[in-house]
């Protein structure tokens, strides 16, 4: 019997999620487990593979009806060797060859990569970018990240680190990034610059209906309240998104000018904000970028949500095998 179905996991340092995926992108079934990132190498290892073995003993007849694992990772994955140089923010995950030590646990085909990759191909095969062979699919959430498609194949560059959209300099000396670097992209649209940029205003003295959806407790804002508040025609919250919008368009005219893609799509908790985003960011893609590559390109939200990585690390199964 052919195989058709494949492992997909979503490995993040507070959750680990995890599906069954077949050959058209439909999830049969699936899990998530907390974790979280202070637990020592040896437990995070531990409880991985045994979620992965729990979740194949309720819904798999057999390891042998799998075509194998694919899993996502944040942080800088060697695809080629399955081996993980940094995985962000959770210690002891560094220069591990964690793809062969999962092979060893779990007795079958295990494939690694960067979550946003993971999410890309995902995009690419199942999702808002699929038919399209020049693609940029960027995540916008506590930090910003990319993947990119070139002719029609995931492109990760010659030290596999292609992407980093988030670490495009956009200014001059600006704010401090986790980098270490300043004026990075990600410092002016990820979550925490979109609040502290809101916090900043109504200590102002500004009015905002946003405060009204938190009862009144500056410290609740979030991104979600903040689009809430906007989606109401709150002036605040509109014009904090509008910024943020037009920060998001300077940095992808860039891309557009030098790249030339049919199409980009943006997911991430950051893109759920939905037309009061998208509508600034294409305005300021017309005013930043050149006429002529605009011509046959669109910016789309995504299609697959909080599914893209586990369906893309089933894509990276897929392409994987000989």
């Not at 890309?120 to 699929?130: D, N």
Request: hydrophobic fraction near 40%.
């Amino acid at each position: 019997m052919r195989k058709e179905i494949s492992l997909g996991v979503d490995f993040g340092g507070t959750r680990i999620k995890i599906a069954l995926v077949d050959s058209k992108g439909r999830i049969l079934h699936r899990a998530a487990v907390a974790v979280r990132r202070s637990w020592p190498r040896k437990k995070l290892f531990g409880v991985l593979v045994q979620t992965i073995e729990n979740f194949l003993n309720t819904h798999t007849p057999s390891k042998k009806s799998l075509l194998g694992v694919g899993m996502g990772l944040p942080g800088l994955i060697d695809f080629k060797r399955g081996f993980v140089h940094r995985f962000i923010n959770v210690r002891g995950f560094r220069n591990l060859p964690l793809a062969s030590m999962l092979r060893r646990r779990l007795k079958l085909p295990v494939f690694i990569d960067n979550d946003v990759n993971l999410m890309t191909l995902g995009e690419a095969t199942y999702g808002a970018a699929r038919g399209f062979s020049q693609v940029v699919c960027m995540t916008l959430g506590t930090g910003v990240g990319g993947g990119l498609i070139l002719n029609g194949e995931l492109y990760r560059g010659s030290s596999l680190s292609a992407g980093e959209i988030g670490h495009v300099p956009v200014s001059r000396g600006g704010p401090l990034c986790a980098c270490g670097h300043r004026g990075c992209f990600e410092t002016y649209v990820g979550n925490r610059a979109i609040v502290e940029r809101a916090r900043q205003r109504i200590r102002a003295g500004e009015c905002t209906i946003a405060l009204d959806l938190v009862d009144g407790k500056v410290s609740r804002l979030t991104p979600e309240v903040l689009s809430r508040a906007a989606k109401r025609g709150d002036r605040l919250s509109l014009s904090i998104w509008k910024e943020v919008g037009e920060w998001i368009g300077i940095a992808l005219a860039g891309v557009v000018n030098v790249y030339n893609p049919d199409r980009i799509v943006i997911g991430g908790g950051v893109s759920e904000a939905g037309s009061v985003l998208f509508r600034p960011v294409r305005e300021s893609l017309r005013t930043h970028a050149l006429a002529w590559p605009l011509k046959n390109f669109e910016v789309v939200p995504a299609k697959l949500g909080n599914d893209a990585g586990v369906i893309g690390a089933s894509v990276l199964v897929r392409r994987s095998l000989p």
